[in-house]
């Protein structure tokens, strides 16, 4: 089968290495698929193009132009099914249908709807109206649908994220140690919805409380800035400004991304996820395949996969008291219980973010629609 998969870049973000994953194994299902970008960012280019799966790029354009190449590209290129991932690649796709196609078209809904409809969010739906099939990667975000746009209940389907089990595994030498720092760990961009200065605050409100404690977080994710400006969503200069207000410092550490995000969790001992709204996050996946508790917003389908105080805590995320709390039971666990939240979360991961499964259900919607046309 001819397929292009279409996101806006091979960014660092969570979208786009589902995306770069889905291609890398369509590929080596013996699909002839070709991966379609409209922005340079490349984090993931490389390890999409080592697999054999050809990078194209229509970098540069304003929007306008940009319609009209990725239509012209993807009728030039004849395939028989284009997957988007994200808003306006979706919609890219779906206009490039127009008026008509003979090339099915599967769009992504990789976000949670957490203000409910709005007027943009019924717009979105309705294009969607042009697709074949919706996949959201929550169950969260696939009732909202279902609630909000009924006439795309029987074409929505929930897909959860995919985790490569043999490089996120557990560290073969635990870092569960009570007798040195803790370690925490955020891997996110510095985006106001990811919440950092919420839980700036709550790390304060734990410095305050309980000053026998001894801990550190590292922060890697994309600062979000334009030639040194932040962008209108960046939350960088704010967090800044907490971090240096609370006298963090030397504790709470702001990096730029890593490409070797396994070995960022096996010097963690657990990872907070501070998000005002998220659906089934990829960081979430990997620290549950590496074997590290989570901390966690009580949004989206965390707690589907979180249980509090089990295999890690959830926290209202708008709540640094609450955050503090939930970072303070951890702290105050014993070695052995926090190998056990690990060791169960690696079971889920185990059992819930198979790449064979991945795989298998969006080549189940595939072969349905293409054999629905033949």
């Known amino acids: 089968m001819r397929i292009i998969c279409l996101i806006d ?17 369509l590929k080596q299902a013996g699909h002839d698929v070709r991966l379609l970008k409209y922005h340079p960012l490349d984090f993931f280019e490389p390890f999409v193009v080592s697999k054999g799966v050809k990078v194209d790029a229509l970098n540069g354009l304003p929007p306008l132009k940009r319609i009209r190449a990725v239509r012209a590209y993807i009728r030039n290129a004849r395939p028989d099914a284009v997957i988007a991932f994200l808003s306006t690649p979706s919609l890219l796709a779906e206009l490039s249908g127009l008026p008509t196609r003979r ?7 990789r976000s949670l709807d957490i203000r409910g409809p709005t007027l943009s969010t019924y717009r979105r739906l309705l294009f969607h109206a042009l697709a074949d099939h919706v996949v959201a990667n929550s169950y969260s975000q696939a ?12 074409k929505t389907t929930t897909i959860l994220n995919c985790v490569d089990l043999d490089e996120f595994s557990p560290t073969t030498s635990s870092t569960a140690d009570n007798t040195r720092d803790l370690r925490f760990l955020v891997l996110a961009s510095l985006s106001k919805w990811k919440n950092p200065v919420a839980l700036v605050k ?11 404690l001894e801990w550190s977080l590292d922060w890697y994710g994309n600062r979000l800035l334009r030639d040194g400006v932040p962008l209108p969503y960046s939350a960088f200069s704010e967090t800044e400004v907490a971090i240096k207000a609370e006298g963090l410092e030397s504790r709470l550490r702001l990096r730029d991304p890593c490409p070797a995000a396994a070995e960022l969790y096996h010097a ?3 990872v907070i996820l501070p998000s005002l ?6 960081v979430l996946c990997e620290a549950f395949a590496c074997g590290l508790p989570v901390l966690a917003s009580r949004v989206g389908d965390i ?5 509090d105080g089990v295999n890690g805590f959830l926290f209202d995320p708008r709540s640094p008291e609450d955050t503090c709390r939930s970072i303070e039971h951890f702290c105050d666990l014993t070695r052995e219980q926090r190998l056990a939240m690990g060791k169960a979360n690696r079971e889920k991961a185990a059992k819930l973010f198979l790449f064979s499964r991945f795989l298998a259900e969006y080549e189940l919607i595939l072969m349905g629609l293409v054999q629905c046309s033949d």
Do not use: H
């Not at 870049?9 to 194994?25: C, F, I, K, T, W």
């Not at 709550?202 to 026998?212: T, Y």
């Open 9 to 25: 870049s091979l960014g660092s973000g969570g979208a786009q290495r589902q995306m770069s994953y889905l291609a890398v194994l």
């Open 103 to 109: 090339f099915k078209i599967i769009v992504s809904e």
């Open 143 to 154: 009732d909202f649908i279902r609630r909000t746009a009924p006439w795309l209940a029987k």
């Open 202 to 212: 709550a790390l304060a409100l734990l410095c305050k409380r309980r000053p026998d």
């Open 268 to 270: 963690a001992d657990a």
């Open 277 to 282: 709204f998220e659906g089934c996050p990829n």
């Open 303 to 307: 707690p589907r996969l979180v249980e």
